[in-house]
């Protein structure tokens, strides 16, 4: 239950994400694309989380607990740089960069997916890279780029320096309590360890600040 939960939950982040990114154009201030061309745009929050699957399931093989952390890094550090372009319309996560909303919205996607990505995969350097370059190239060189490789940089490192020292990987002790004469002589329950563990975040993911604000799909 417990699994399925948390594969609802990311379900519903890239839901929200892949809605905003749909509602900006890929940069900015440019003319919408036209007829087939507009319909056939890849979408950059699906690109991306594809490119993290590849990453966190094929490649590294983590285990599913592992797994959700891994993917809940890369879809909150996009989620707050479209957010952020889109003029936060949802409450930020961690981080809302200040934009003018003509920031690439491609650019942001994939800069915060693989920077975050590049942190947690050190051994994946060569091939993230060569993804990113492959993507980035498909965005023009422009102020737009510049400015959403500016804002995918600034929350992929605000997830970065937010997950450090998190718990995720250490090893805390259960300390087993002294016999009690109430229980015959039974061991207490262990003790919770006292290290905060990423699991006991009080940070939810996703929270709606102002649906209605959220930028209309275009027709």
Not at 25 to 39: D, K, L, N, R
Not at 63 to 82: E, I, K, L, T
Not at 177 to 199: L, N, V
């Amino acid at each position: 239950m417990a699994r399925s939960g948390r594969f609802r939950r990311k379900l519903m982040c890239t839901a929200i994400v892949g809605f905003l990114a749909a509602g900006v154009p890929a940069a900015a201030g440019a003319p919408p694309a036209s007829g087939t061309a507009a319909s056939t745009s890849p979408n950059a929050v699906i690109v991306w989380d594809r490119n993290a699957q590849t990453a966190i399931w094929d490649v590294a093989g983590q285990q599913p607990q592992v797994q959700a952390r891994s993917f809940a890094m890369v879809h909150g550090a996009v989620y707050d740089a479209v957010n952020a372009i889109s003029g936060r319309p949802y409450e930020p996560y961690l981080s809302a960069p200040r934009t003018n909303g003509r920031e690439s919205v491609n650019a942001a996607v994939g800069t915060a997916a693989f920077q975050v990505l590049s942190s947690l995969f050190p051994a994946q350097q060569a091939r993230l890279q060569a993804q990113y370059d492959e993507w980035m190239a498909t965005v023009p060189d422009s102020a737009a780029k510049r400015g959403g490789v500016s804002v995918g940089s600034q929350t992929a490192a605000a997830m970065i320096r937010a997950r450090q020292d998190d718990g995720a990987f250490g090893d805390p002790a259960w300390p087993v309590g002294e016999p009690s004469p109430a229980s015959g002589g039974r061991p207490r329950p262990p003790t919770p360890p006292t290290r905060r563990g990423w699991r006991s975040s009080s940070r939810s993911s996703c929270r709606v600040r102002r649906c209605s604000a959220a930028p209309a799909r275009p027709r």
